[in-house]
Structures are given as structure tokens and as C-alpha cells.
């Protein structure tokens, strides 16, 4: 069984940077893809970014693009959201999760992390 966990959340002013981190551990089985989810009550959870096990195959939401940057660390089994230029909008529960190699979706999540935004 994976497990991951989520930190790195907290309160940021509007162009401000947070930085999230998920660690991952406990897999037994290979990984496709790591995501970034974001979601805030009342709403669909929304698709932020996803990177390759291997560090590749980078993707974005059109949200993300130019002010979040997704990266990995390997030795770490960890995988941050680097969110830079932060808006009110970006508040959120943010929460990372696993594709496994072979499966269609995201089976895998985290319990989230908060991100709140103050214009």
C-alpha cells in the first residue's frame, strides 16, 4: 500500500510563494504519474499539475502555467508544487495523489494540505 502525505500549506499574501511537498512512501508497485489536485468546498476537484516518475512528462492546468512549477526528488521519493504569484483564487485543499502504471486514474491520494490566499 502507498501512502502520502502532504505539507507545506499554510496562509500567503496575494504574489506570494508557498511551497508544497509529497512524500510518498510505502509503494509496492511502479508509479506512472504524480498529480496535484486542488479542490474547495462546494466544487469539483480540479486537476493543478502532473510530473512522470522519472521527472518527465510534465502538465499543467491552464491556472498553473507560468506561476506553478511541479518537481521531484527521487532519492526523496518526494514531489513538491513550487506556486509562485499566488492569488486569492488559488485557495484551496490542494492534494497530491498516484497514478499507478496501468491504471486510468488517480487511485492513490494524500488527506490534502490547505492553501489559503489573502488579497
Known amino acids: 500500500q502507498v501512502h502520502l502525505v502532504e505539507s507545506g500549506g499554510g496562509l500567503a499574501q496575494a504574489g506570494g510563494s508557498l511551497r508544497l511537498s509529497c512524500a510518498i512512501s510505502g509503494r509496492a508497485f511502479s508509479i506512472l504519474n504524480v498529480g496535484w489536485f486542488r479542490q474547495t468546498p462546494g466544487k469539483v476537484r480540479e486537476f493543478v499539475a502532473r510530473?512522470?516518475?522519472?521527472?518527465?512528462?510534465?502538465l499543467y492546468a491552464d491556472s498553473a502555467k507560468g506561476r506553478f512549477t511541479i518537481s521531484m526528488d527521487n532519492a526523496k521519493n518526494t514531489v513538491y508544487l513550487q506556486m509562485n504569484s499566488l492569488k486569492p483564487e488559488d485557495t484551496a485543499s490542494y492534494y497530491c495523489?498516484?497514478?499507478?502504471?496501468?491504471?486510468?486514474?488517480?487511485?492513490?491520494w494524500g488527506q490534502g494540505t490547505q492553501v489559503t490566499v489573502s488579497s
Open positions: 495523489a498516484v497514478q499507478r502504471e496501468g491504471d486510468g486514474q488517480y487511485l492513490y
Open positions: 510530473i512522470g516518475w522519472s521527472g518527465n512528462n510534465q
